[in-house]
């Protein structure tokens, strides 16, 4: 059984520009949360999608915005990079279960330049 | 706005000391996570914890949930190399829809 699959590994950019990470849920997940964790502190939420759409969101700009397709596989587009978006991104799945546990993934380094 | 906070921030303790982390939070919840994370990783859980009283543990591990305290607390047991890590607290506000983190707790154990 497969876990929480994410991709790339690492990825760097240049200011201004856009990025797009994937993440792919855990086997039989349906709800796909984002994180943010900048160095050192703890992951901050982005924003959690299920079927297909943007059911909460955290404390974070217009640039962050994301897709969930039929699949429950999920995209984290940022647009206009900044420096401060450098950060291990992490992907959480989890499914109807009574304890709501969310499952991390390995995470996207991406560092912007 | 929920707030979470752990401490200590770092704690550095020999092997076979037993040792506390704690974690406050701000706003009534009654689901808190526990989870490490190793360098450069991700997030592993360790525990969930339900409901108000509740206590769970896992080899050197004890983590329970006051929830009326607004505290849970990690207990370590005769602590051992292995268990050097980051320790991070989670509450959840809203059934699985929101996780908010403490700042971590970076444990070292020396031998």
């Known amino acids: 059984d497969a876990g929480v699959t994410q991709s790339p590994t690492h990825l760097i950019k240049t200011r201004g520009q856009q990025v797009t990470l994937r993440c792919s849920p855990k086997?039989?997940?349906?709800?796909v949360s984002w994180y943010q964790q900048a160095l050192g502190q703890g992951p901050q939420f982005i924003f959690q999608?299920?079927?297909?759409?943007?059911?909460q969101r955290g404390n974070f700009p217009d640039r962050f915005s994301g897709h969930q397709f039929p699949n429950y596989s999920s995209e984290l587009n940022v647009n206009a990079l900044l420096l401060g978006d450098s950060a291990l991104y992490l992907c959480?799945?989890?499914?109807?279960?009574?304890?709501?546990?969310?499952?991390f993934g390995p995470g996207t380094r991406l560092t912007v330049t | 706005e929920l707030k979470v906070e752990q401490n200590p921030l770092f704690l550095s303790m020999q092997e076979g000391k037993n040792y506390t982390i704690y974690c406050n939070y701000s706003?009534?919840?009654?689901?808190l996570y526990w989870y490490r994370q190793d360098p450069g990783k991700s997030l592993e859980s360790l525990f969930v914890?339900?409901?108000?009283?509740a206590v769970k543990q896992e080899g050197r591990l004890m983590a329970s949930l006051d929830t009326k305290a607004r505290l849970s607390t990690l207990h370590i047991t005769a602590a051992v190399h292995d268990l050097s890590a980051t320790y991070f607290c989670?509450?959840?506000?809203?059934?699985?829809?929101?996780?908010?983190f403490g700042g971590g707790t970076r444990l070292m154990v020396k031998p």
């Open positions: 086997s039989g997940h349906d709800t």
């Open positions: 999608y299920y079927e297909e759409e943007e059911r």
């Open positions: 706003t009534t919840s009654d689901r």
């Open positions: 959480a799945s989890r499914g109807p279960t009574k304890n709501y546990e969310q499952y």
């Open positions: 914890l339900l409901s108000n009283g």
């Open positions: 989670a509450v959840d506000m809203r059934a699985g829809n929101m996780l908010t």
